[in-house]
């Protein structure tokens, strides 16, 4: 299992930037995945970037070229930078690991922090 905690969420201009930080349980090289998702009211949860163990990363389109996601290892911390933010950013934000064993992939979330993007 892996626990995860969140922060960093917060009240932001439009066009401001955040840094958002979720700390793991356990070493990063154990989990397959870090994701980061999003969830707006009245939408679905939508997926916002993702890095594997194996440093493959990839962006949701709404995202790409102003978010970055990266990691420490030596803390066992995935980090989501956020610049140029917009009102559309606003969300609560979700930390995912992904561990595999076999064919299976088991999921664990964080808490959840909260994003908001207005003047």
């Known amino acids: 299992q892996v626990q995860l905690v969140e922060s960093g969420g917060g009240l932001v201009q439009p066009g401001g930037s955040l840094r958002l930080s979720c700390a793991a349980s356990?070493?990063?090289?154990?989990?397959?995945?870090m994701r980061w998702y999003r969830q707006a009211p009245g939408k679905e949860r939508e997926l916002v970037a993702a890095i594997t163990s194996g440093g493959n990363i990839n962006y949701g389109n709404s995202v790409k070229g102003r978010f970055t996601i990266s990691t420490d290892n030596a803390k066992n911390t995935v980090y989501l930078q956020m610049n140029t933010l917009k009102p559309e950013d606003t969300a609560v934000y979700y930390c995912?690991?992904?561990?595999?064993?076999?064919?299976?992939?088991?999921?664990?979330w964080g808490q959840g922090t909260q994003v908001t993007v207005s003047s």
């Open positions: 995912n690991a992904a561990l595999v064993t076999g064919p299976v992939e088991y999921d664990y």
């Open positions: 356990r070493t990063l090289f154990a989990i397959y995945a």
